[in-house]
């Protein structure tokens, strides 16, 4: 059974309306991913807020940091998986599948991160994104002094509060747009 084939359940903006820095925004999405990603889509609906959201995204998950792209994702994943946001666990578990070679993760992340043999690093990493996601306010000095003993500077810890926090607020923008990630992400690297 397919999914729905709506972008979200607003009216999107109408492409060709777009300035030209976000039609060639979107004509590099195309070349370089074979689609545009329905998140942009939507927020091509308050074209300064893509343009933030897009440089917010590019930073996080793409800028310096002490942690992975890889490890980034896997934050999107499992804070997004204990938000049940549909959207970013298809397109974020598709990234995973992507950086890490193996179509499994992706989905261990997608269901329950718990399962997945995990280094203790990343198992910190994400025990802690989880609760961030869940419990934000139960976090505590032990939390902190727990990923530091695993290795990660403040500067890393700051990038995994920065992922966890982005992703949650993502989800909540998905769910309360209704927002439907592209069809063609379930089929990729499987």
Known sequence: MPQPDHVM???PADEDGL???????FATCLEKLGMVPNVLRAYALRPEKLRLFSRMYNELMLGQSGLSKLEREMIAVTVSAEN?????????GQAVRALSDD???GEMLAF?????????RQRAMLDFAAKLATAPQDITEDDREGLRAEGFSD??????????????????????LDMM???QY???NR
């Open 9 to 11: 359940r607003l009216k």
């Open 19 to 25: 300035d030209d820095d976000l039609k060639a925004y």
């Open 84 to 92: 049940r946001c549909y959207y970013c666990l298809v397109a974020h």
């Open 103 to 105: 179509p499994a993760l």
């Open 112 to 120: 329950n991160y718990r399962v997945a043999a995990l280094p203790t």
């Open 155 to 176: 500067e890393d810890i700051f990038d995994i509060c920065d992922v966890a926090g982005f992703f949650s607020y993502t989800n909540r923008v998905a769910h309360g």
């Open 181 to 183: 990630p592209n069809p």
């Open 186 to 188: 379930h089929a990729m």
